[in-house]
């Protein structure tokens, strides 16, 4: 039998369960884990082998502290005084505890420099002039739509490691009869799947391992035979079968609920990830600890309703976890988000909240040692500071909630608070503690706060569980079905329990990108700001009624009016931007199709276009009033026979920002740059 600790702590005052509960939460590796971080990070920015010696250096002089104050003891004279004797302690732990640091830091560089020494050996890192590479890679993540129309595809360059592939949307390795209609980017560009390129390697500015990027030069072609195997090939058919099975749904619930269930952002265009971003809500698209957070909770609670045990419950959650792995693939992203979502697992399942924080250290130090490129990723920032902030602000946030929110309900109905009220504040708490933290982290990122961030999580709060638990389930099923013969015919027509909550939280995106933003600078200037606002609410919020809080309160106001009046802070208003529509009919035999710009051009004697990257469109008028921002084409040719209703270029590049017409008034629609679906 398991004892609650609280319990234990409360039989014996000499168990380890009370001697956690009077240390509190565990920070000793705290500074360990962040001297391994900087250590890290300083390696991969200057890319030498200085760190590693600065580290041994300070090392020596912790070391050489540490002797010298020994000596000092022992050749002193008497007994000393509480204060000296208590001086010398405090002198002898920080010794200690930097020559730790000193140690795991130099030890940690160290490995990360060997790496850096043989990536910065390969002949493409050391020449400067332009490199052409054509051969095999392994597709190593899930493709992303950019926004020029060009697709992003991490790969694995042989003898190197992982690097962006860019290519653009007319490459693409698809047959003639998918042209019309093509199919999910992540079933063309399956993680695990051999491709043929041909490529210029270029040289990038991003702080990582491999500092490279490709960008393809023809056609990417599938390697025969080299389809993904193992886990590659698990998770490749599971996700197949979550895109057959929400194909038929409204296009906002076909592109979100993908992402949503494994991290398959590939349906979605710039623009709805951008207002994702803007309302905090990116980490829904991508796979999180939050994604591994609310699968763990909701077996949990399935197993508690079956009067599982406590171990038993551990050992569901944990083989749930694996399965989870399994059928999104094992990405890097995926691996890193399931370690965090496993530590707070693991700290509700044996409520022990105050080891999390050294959990997450080790975490930290193991996964910085593995892949040094995490050290300069923000995902693995968000992930960290996300898990921490729930970990040790939601417990004390929730008990004071809780502890007010008793005496209302005794005062006034005479009772202590339901179950289910404790559960929603906790719920609430969470979602609030770990967008509070993450926010210093996104200004940093973006240069903007995103004020919305915790009203839009609460929002959601209701639909995120469902679409994750209702998406895997439906992913699993659909792929027993088709592999027993069944087909899924009759699947098809459960996904419709997730229209409403994916129609819900993009509609939530939506709207709450249209409010005003505040921005900071984009540094690490910006980012102090944020930290010290967000310190001096949670810090006001939870001991009100101090009178240093409020004079806390007066100062930051003070100090940010002043930075509105010189610049340093801002409000961005929202700006409204034409969407192109959807989808269009026309009736059959009256749009006139194009292959591209040229033959549009031979056709009405000038280009078809909309904006182009100086501003202006694409027939030379500068984007100022509304007649001026319409691209006009000339009227048709004289061997003409009737003049269509409507145009259609199939070329692909960047989106327009504006509609195009032709002199007529014939509008031109670009299925490829626009996405707009041109019906008959």
């Not at 580290?55 to 000393?80: E, Q, Y």
């Not at 990360?112 to 054509?134: N, Y």
């Not at 390697?223 to 038929?248: D, I, K, N, Y």
């Not at 005794?410 to 969470?430: D, F, K």
Request: hydrophobic share 50%; charged share 20%; glycine share 8%.
């Amino acid at each position: 039998m398991i004892l609650d600790p609280a319990v234990a702590a409360a039989r014996d005052p000499r168990s380890p369960e009370a001697i956690r509960q009077k240390r509190g939460v565990d920070a000793r590796l705290v500074p360990v884990a962040a001297s391994v971080w900087i250590a890290v990070g300083a390696t991969m920015a200057t890319r030498s082998k200085n760190v590693p010696l600065v580290c041994l250096l300070i090392l020596a002089f912790a070391i050489g502290a540490l002797v010298w104050n020994r000596r000092r003891r022992w050749r002193s004279t008497g007994v000393p005084a509480p204060h000296q004797l208590r001086r010398t302690e405090i002198i002898e732990f920080l010794c200690w505890q930097l020559v730790v640091c000193a140690c795991v830091a130099s030890a940690s560089a160290s490995l990360t420099a060997l790496k850096l020494h043989h990536v910065d050996g390969h002949p493409w890192l050391s020449s400067e002039s332009t490199i052409r590479f054509r051969g095999e890679v392994t597709i190593a993540g899930l493709p992303k739509l950019q926004d020029q129309g060009r697709v992003q595809v991490p790969v694995d360059l042989p003898g190197l490691g992982s690097v962006p592939l860019f290519v653009d949307a007319n490459e693409l390795p698809i047959t003639a009869s998918q042209q019309k209609r093509r199919p999910p980017l992540s079933t063309i560009f399956a993680p695990g799947q051999k491709i043929d390129v041909s490529a210029t390697v270029r040289r990038s500015d991003k702080v990582s391992v491999v500092p490279l990027t490709l960008s393809a030069q023809r056609d990417v072609r599938l390697v025969a035979g080299g389809e993904p195997r193992g886990l590659w090939a698990m998770a490749r058919h599971l996700r197949s079968s979550l895109l057959t099975q929400v194909e038929w749904l409204p296009d906002q619930s076909r592109m979100l609920v993908p992402g949503m269930v494994m991290g398959d952002v590939s349906m979605q265009p710039p623009d709805v990830r951008k207002k994702f971003t803007d309302t905090g809500l990116s980490h829904l698209s991508v796979v999180s600890g939050s994604n591994i957070a609310i699968l763990a909770s909701s077996i949990m609670i399935i197993a508690t309703a079956c009067g599982a045990r406590r171990r038993a419950k551990t050992v569901i959650v944990a083989a749930s976890l694996c399965a989870f792995v399994v059928v999104v693939g094992p990405e890097p992203s995926v691996l890193r988000a399931t370690v965090m979502g496993l530590i707070g697992v693991i700290a509700v399942v044996t409520a022990r909240w105050k080891d999390v924080v050294a959990a997450v250290c080790i975490s930290i130090i193991v996964l910085l040692v593995i892949d040094p490129g995490l050290a300069a990723n923000y995902g693995f920032v968000l992930s960290i500071v996300a898990t921490v902030g729930i970990s040790v602000l939601a417990p004390r946030w929730s008990a004071g909630i809780l502890r007010w929110w008793a005496r209302k309900t005794l005062a006034r109905y005479q009772r202590p608070p339901r179950q289910w009220e404790a559960q929603l504040v906790r719920m609430v708490v969470v979602a609030a503690a770990a967008d509070a933290v993450t926010i210093p982290v996104i200004a940093h990122m973006t240069g903007k706060i995103p004020v919305v961030a915790i009203v839009a999580n609460l929002l959601v709060l209701w639909a995120v569980p469902i679409i994750t638990t209702a998406g895997m389930g439906l992913s699993v099923v659909g792929a027993c079905t088709t592999a027993v013969g069944w087909g899924t015919g009759v699947t098809k027509w459960l996904a419709v329990v997730l229209v409403v909550p994916a129609q819900w939280v993009g509609w939530v995106a939506t709207v709450l990108a249209g409010i005003p933003k505040i921005t900071v600078p984009e540094s690490w200037w910006g980012m102090a700001i944020t930290g010290v606002v967000v310190v001096v609410v949670a810090w006001g919020l939870r001991s009100p009624e101090r009178g240093g809080v409020r004079w806390a309160w007066a100062a930051t106001i003070v100090a940010l009016v002043m930075m509105c009046r010189v610049g340093t802070v801002g409000v961005e208003m929202p700006k409204r931007q034409w969407a192109p529509p959807r989808k269009v009919v026309v009736e059959r035999g009256k749009a006139l199709v194009v292959k591209d710009d040229t033959e549009a051009i031979a056709l009405f004697g000038s280009k078809a276009g909309g904006a182009t990257d100086d501003g202006k469109d694409a027939s030379g008028a500068s984007a100022g009033s509304a007649s001026e921002e319409r691209s006009r084409i000339g009227s048709v040719g004289e061997g003409a026979r009737e003049e269509p209703v409507a145009v259609v270029v199939e070329e692909c590049g960047k989106p327009l920002e504006r509609p195009t017409f032709t002199a007529s008034g014939i509008p031109v629609h670009y299925p490829c740059r626009n996405g707009t679906k041109v019906g008959k």
